[in-house]
């Protein structure tokens, strides 16, 4: 089965015949190529030209992260799937204002569908979380109501930054208080754990885009602009409460993640490589975690699952089924 190889050191990639193989500090490593989906680069890596060719050639993906072990971009081979029929039907999507609106919409019904699976599954764990739940429920219903992306997305965050005043809540340690969302750059430590899980998140998608018909560069959510990538930002949305979220839950209350796996420099707060290593760890078991799937009656992992997503908005598209995001059923 492929997988998914995180890089934190610095060294070198290379090729060797149909094998590849990561020399660092700590000796060679080889990666048997049929076993590799794609690759998420922290540390600082040499590649070379025969590499990326070789990577094209076994439909794999590079994914880099700055210094600080945020995303700064992909090396995305050519398409292989690509089809001009859907992204003539994406663009048409795009372009009309009621069909861009309608999938705009299912996106954030789902993010906010599961923002309430997470807080109704703590509150049902002995956490009051009452309030946030009737303040999301009642902005819930405004969705409907809005006629424009922007109003829509304004909602949108009303909501998820009430779903974040929840997280004091949930996560019971003074090391690690919410105060308000901060990102470019991240101010604190919870701040710093949502925007690495976003990022790690973003790319999953990406690398599954990367397998389907269609093209990463037109979102319905997210403006198609200057930016390489939104579809996957859009699909994101869908998923981050109960990966990436769930993830950051679980790493804080078991006390995986403390004050030796932060640094800070200026106004920066960002985890160090063993921070980063743990994060990762969990955010991967959460992927291979399987649930029982309502409609095929047998478990699937979020990993599947996010493909799956993909699929339906394929099939709305081509008009032969309506999308409806996932919602959590635990």
Known sequence: MKRTIYIFSNGELKRQQNTLYFEGEKGRKYLPVENVAEFMIF????????????????????????????????????EHYNSGYMILKQAEYYLDKEKRLELARKFVEGAIANMLRVLKYYNA?????????????????????????????????????????????IIKSEKFVFDKRSKRPPKTRINTLISFGNGLLYTVVLGEVYKTHLDPRIGFLHATNFRRFTLNLDIAEVFKPIIVDRTIFYLLNKEMLGDEHFMKELNKVY???????????????????????????????????IRMELYKLQKHLMEEEKYKPFIARW
Not at 294 to 304: A, E, I, P, T
């Open 43 to 78: 540390g600082e890596v040499t590649i070379n030209k025969k590499l990326l060719e070789f990577l094209s050639q076994q439909e794999i993906i590079l994914h880099f992260f700055n210094y600080y072990g945020y995303y700064v971009g992909s090396y995305y081979p050519r």
């Open 125 to 169: 764990r002995s956490v009051s979380l009452n309030k946030y739940i009737e303040n999301i429920e009642e902005l819930q219903r405004e969705v409907s109501l809005q006629y424009t992306i922007e109003k829509l997305m304004a909602i949108e965050g009303n909501i998820r930054n009430c779903y974040y005043e929840a997280f004091n809540e």
């Open 271 to 305: 985890l160090n490589e063993k921070g980063r290593t743990i994060f990762v760890r969990e955010f991967e078991n959460k992927l291979k975690s399987t649930i029982k799937h309502d409609k095929l009656g047998r478990n699937v992992s979020y990993r599947r699952l």
